[in-house]
């Protein structure tokens, strides 16, 4: 698709699947257009020199936390074996940049994991996929089949005696599993839940007990550019703070949804005109989720014009997070919008904390409640009521009252709602039901 836009729109992760659509995912595509020139690089260069490369370059963790990738890396205890993870459980509502990624430009994701591995020291790489990619999942398999006939994988990476395989593995379908410890029992046969904290890294205590670094798959899929291209131009692709480009997942009421590698510091009003095409049928917009499920809303009013990066977004209140950006126009009932959520965090809490078990129930309840016409004048204060106690003080970041943070994110649609539609929630209690219907 081409965009006439007002600002200049780099491609780097999207631009061989734009490029060539019809061939982009096959390893005669991807070398022809430089791929593994990048990991040929890496390994003439040492390990303390990749990760500088990499915290120079200021390349940002793109599954959510925007932990600097190179930091990340630097983290990791001396302890051997060490283990890569490369985190493709893309289960956070209206996130799907990844699958994308897996799908049309598999060799891009298997050598940025071997340019993560040689940093590290790592000789064992797993690639997590959420359960339900069968498709993107066949495809990652057969790349990395003709990596290893090809001889970029194995026993003797491309002739130097480096040795590493990568294994895929597909999930069970469980959102959890997205938080990288409870990754980490699933991949080790366990119960997919998040683990007690500290350690807070994996790069202390991580897979089979051993030091593991865990990247997303936006993530490594930039490696293979910044080593061929440099620090430098990656810094200067975009905004100052925020470097390189980055994916949006766009959807909901918006014109041209889809996914979009866009550069840092474009406004959210240029995302939605001038990317998106405009609100659906001509509708006003009303609101929108910024960075996923687990982000407190926008409104025009406030925020349109606010730069999209993570200091901007973090100041206003929210994050850019996974990149999912979902589009409410004036149609869209606030109190069903926050229920939906909700409900899937209540549905994917997977149970082993009170606050987070118990309070995303009771605020399901309360919400489904106010939407069928029973609220009751106490629920609008017995929604803040629960919240606080998920998220004490009702703070954003929230405050870690959980072993992860699923339970205090779940506040974030009740903390929208009742910052910006008290009103709307308000005229359910009393008016009987939803307006909207």
């Known amino acids: 698709m081409t965009l006439t836009t007002s600002f200049e729109r780099p491609l780097v992760v999207t631009k061989r699947m734009v ?36 915290k120079e370059s200021g390349l940002l963790g793109r599954g959510g936390a925007a932990f600097s990738a190179g930091m990340k890396w630097s983290l990791l205890a001396p302890a051997r074996p060490a283990y890569l993870i490369v985190n493709g459980d893309e289960s956070e509502p209206g996130t799907f940049k990844d699958r994308q990624l897996i799908e049309r430009d598999p060799h891009q994701i298997i050598e940025g994991a071997m340019i993560a591995s040689w940093a590290n020291e790592v000789n064992h790489a ?36 480096y040795h590493l395989d990568i294994t895929v593995h597909l999930g069970a ?58 620090a430098e131009w990656y810094k200067n692709l975009a905004h100052p703070e925020d470097t390189g480009t980055f994916m949006i997942s766009l959807s909901g009421h918006i014109n041209r949804p889809g996914n979009y590698e866009l550069p840092h510091g474009i406004t959210w009003r240029q995302l939605f005109d001038e990317v998106g ?16 499920a687990s982000a407190p809303w926008f409104t025009p009013e406030e925020h349109l014009d606010l730069e999209i990066t993570k200091n901007a977004t973090a100041g206003a209140g929210s994050m850019i997070g996974s990149g999912a950006v979902i589009v409410m126009d004036e149609t869209t009932c606030v109190v069903r919008a926050a229920e939906r959520v909700v409900r899937f965090f209540a549905h994917e809490s997977c149970g082993e904390c009170t606050p987070c078990r118990e309070g995303t129930s009771w605020l399901e309840m309360i919400l489904r409640r106010i939407e069928s016409g029973l609220g009751r004048p106490i629920d609008a204060d017995l929604l803040l009521d629960v919240s606080d106690n998920i998220n004490i003080g009702l703070s954003w970041p929230p405050r870690q009252t959980t072993i992860c943070p699923l339970g205090p994110s779940a506040t974030s649609p009740i903390m929208s709602i009742m910052n910006y539609y008290k009103d709307e929630v308000l005229e359910h209690i009393h008016g009987g039901g939803c307006p909207f219907k």
Request: charged share 25%.
């Open 277 to 292: 095409g405009g609100i659906r049928n001509g509708n006003e917009l009303k609101m929108w989720i910024p960075g996923g």
């Open 173 to 230: 379908g469980a959102y959890i599993c997205g938080e990288e410890t409870a990754l980490i029992n699933s991949l080790e046969g366990r119960r997919g839940e998040p683990r007690l904290k500290p350690p807070y890294f994996p790069a202390a205590i991580g897979l089979y007990g051993q030091p593991t670094v865990v990247n997303n798959i936006e993530t490594v899929s930039n490696l293979p550019h910044i080593v061929v291209n440099g």
């Open 126 to 161: 797993f690639i997590y996929i959420r359960g339900e990619y069968a498709k993107p999942a066949r495809r990652l398999q057969a790349a990395i089949d003709e990596a290893y006939a090809a001889g970029i994988l194995g026993e003797n990476v491309m002739g130097t005696g």
């Open 19 to 54: 490029d060539h659509p019809a061939d982009s995912h096959t390893l005669e595509r991807y070398r022809a257009t430089g791929g593994y020139e990048g990991i040929r690089r890496a390994l003439d260069m040492t390990r303390d020199e990749l990760v500088e490369l990499v």
